[in-house]
């Protein structure tokens, strides 16, 4: 029996690139339901259900991101799905640890729902570390081992979401021990998350079966991970140059993914989604061909898909259509064995974590920073940020005290958390240096991972109204920079989320990137870098609503010096 | 917690191969249970229950064949794992396709209880095409669908074994339909066997959701599958300059698997098993760095077995001792964290497969090549053997008749095939051509796939002798070669197994090869070339129990041409 005799859909005139060999072959594409049924040769007559004209174009498999959170866009799964979707990324794993840090597994549970809708292909892990760092924050929720096990069993699910708490597993605490045992007995591949580990604490981490990374490691670090067959997950900021040319002078280039980790609504409308990560990586220096394999073989590959990642006979029609191979950015995308059309924006229709943020409006009495000190100047712990990543250095600022209260205004900026899940009216403060910062102030209630309410501020009034106008709205993120308008992006689902279409999301976004900038936060990454500020599994010195944490030694830091 | 304080094996001094990025680096490796627990720093102190010093030497993961049959080496499983596992090969997929198909689902039982007893790590493939071409052989055995499926449940079972009946899957043929549907549905890999498949049909097959083959193909056509994303599995004679030249142009590198299929004892006992496909490889022209990734990384992740294939903690303490790269002959071979130790050969105890061959001993009459012709020259089919490889080519013969018998001694070699499994009394015959032959003979019950007694012979005296001793000995093989004495080798385990020790039976195969020489049967493969003479999936024209097949046309041949 020769090629089949009819089609759904055929893709006429293109050339397929090999993910396997790298070659161009020309060939008519001919889908059949949600499947590659053959790759004709050109001209074959075949009777098709619709034919799309993709001369001189060539055809990769659909992009998959192995590694990424669809709360990181600020946008529901099917906004999310309806603005990555065209920009080639036609399979997530999606890891929602994020909501679920706020709401638990009826969150989990809701996403799984949503993402149904979606012509996306969604798969899930199950957020290994809820709260990311126990005993030292507070989370809306908290995920058992026996909670995890059973959220491993639901339809949808293939993996355990990244194991932030690395010193846990590296020291074999408890909560760990069980959350990793119970992964593993379930047979799901168990992600990983260990910026810099290396050595026997790298070995005691892959001991315990975790063997992905997608962190920002030194090139040096990231060879040793990849040589130990840890997957690399290099997402935008990996891809420095230095990395991409040690990488080359292995004498085996080793497998890795490119992933999205966290990319908000404006940066996909704006520059793209997995197709903006590969740009960068061939702009970093990386082959195209190695990049295409990195977007697709090597994550189907991870996500256990056969399936797909590769353009031929049998494997799910997801592909994309571009002009050339040096840039990513699709021309057309076939998703399941559909084109993907441009469709409506959409609110999301019906909240079920509207109300999310336990807090009452802030008087001055409770801007205050109250102290257990005496009278005089006192050395501070500080975060040291800095306009390139989301590491933070540990500083000391020198303030006075006076009558219990710290006198930080017109000295320094401060970052306070306020915990916002169970009324506990719990409330930390530490200085922030790095930036120069005009009067104003910056307050989210996404925050990593607790997402407790969290405002930068560098005077009491423009922390107290930031913080009330994000709490008047059930969640959101709100920057007051000095003689401007307040900027506010309201989330209302669970304090993360926006019901918005995308388009208006990333507008909101965008202008709470630029109203930041205005302020004097110049980072490349602005919204990771305010919203990480308060995440303790992310080196080196974080502040949570119970403290100070130094990440590296998993320990409490002291908030005072002298 | 930093590094284990004890372990039960440490490999001192040695410098570890990663397959990820090809680096060699200098490490101890610490072993506990069956698993690496780390790669210390050189010199790490450490409680070890036992120490190997490996100063100077290379470690690399035990190597995996992703494709083989246990029975071609014409040992039990447990002889056959105690000369290999020595050679580096820690893990087999033994597809028993052999032994089922004279002795149906009760061998392949046997087959892997057989397997359990041995150090090395065997898993399963259930055989799907027994016979290998319906319709067009008797086998002893019949697989359906459902026994199959219900095969695939069984322990240590993980693939579909070779689908080889490819015709039948490139035609929608009902009884591959249904085998390739029942896999599908257990989500098992499905194993390819399709020399020079190509084109519309190869689309079919993989279609059909086979991914591998083990075949030799054209550089063209490998690289053709390799393109749409089949595994290539490279056996010796794969493993040609000219494919290694061709895989060599592409712009990537596509991952393949080195494989030995069919080994005898022999061959095992004085070349080597997977080392010695892997310094065939090299000598081929490839880098020894692609053959260390093919023997380990690809076959372990084709096998789904994620837990081997890399030295790493966690990883299976599957190990290979290397002097060096250029050389893959183990100096110690570490299985399951176990130094792998010499073990006493032994006899088989118990053979429930003694009485397989269902014939009575040959008379004179009985060795008469009777045709339904008149008298006079006819043109008989004939099958043109090779000295290099296992295809034959379509050739002719005239030969008189005389009285409905033909009479061919003196003038051709011939080849009969006797039903051995239901006492059907069944019996074909032709002529091969090919190589210059004295006065002989060679009978073997072990012919591809369904194992009925097949001689090839130049006289009618020698051809009785070698069939009846065949038959005498309950299986095995025969070779009469002029003016020597008869050179047997008896395979009394469903006349494809020796039930002694691996050294004697290496011997016994050797003598057989040798004396196969003598007689004029000069073939880089002798074994294989006689024994697939029979087999009706390998190209171009073959001879079964019920007549000549046309293997790439799946059609029967006319023995008689005029």
Redesign the interface.
Known sequence: ???PSHCDLLIRGARVV??????Q?AADVAVTGDLI?????PGTQIDAGHVIDADGLLVVPGYVDAHMHIESSLLAPREFARITLPRGTTTVLADPHEIVNVAGREAMAWMIEQGRGAQQSMHWAVPSCVPALEGFETAGAVLSAADIADMLDWDGVTTLGEVMDYRAV???SRRMREIVAAARAKGVRLDGHCPNLS???L??Y????I?SDHTKNTPEVA?EK?????LLMLQEKCLTPELVSRLAT???Q??FCLVTDDLAADAIVERGHLDHIARVAVGAGMDP?TVL?ALTLHPA?RLGL?DRG?V????RADLVLLRDLADFTPVMVVCGGEPVEESAPAVLSGNPFADSVHLDPLDTDGCAWTVDLPDGEHVFRALRVNPVDTFTEPAEVVLPVRDGVVQWEGRTAVLAVFERHHRSGRRTMAPVVGFELSEGAVATTYAHDSHNLTVTATTIAALREAVNRVIASHGGICVIAAGDEPVHLPLPVAGVLSDRPAEEVSHGAAAIREALHRWGWVHRNAFMSISTMTLPVSPQVKLTDLGLVRVVDRAWEPAVLT
């Open positions: 029996m020769p090629a090999s993910v396997h060999t790298g070659e072959t049924r053959a790759l004709l040769r590296v020291d074999g050595g026997d604490d070995g005691e892959l001991w315990a079966g063997d060879v990849a040589r130990l067959g840890m292995l004498p085996v080793p497998d061909l394999r590959r056969d590769v031929a006979p049998g494997r």
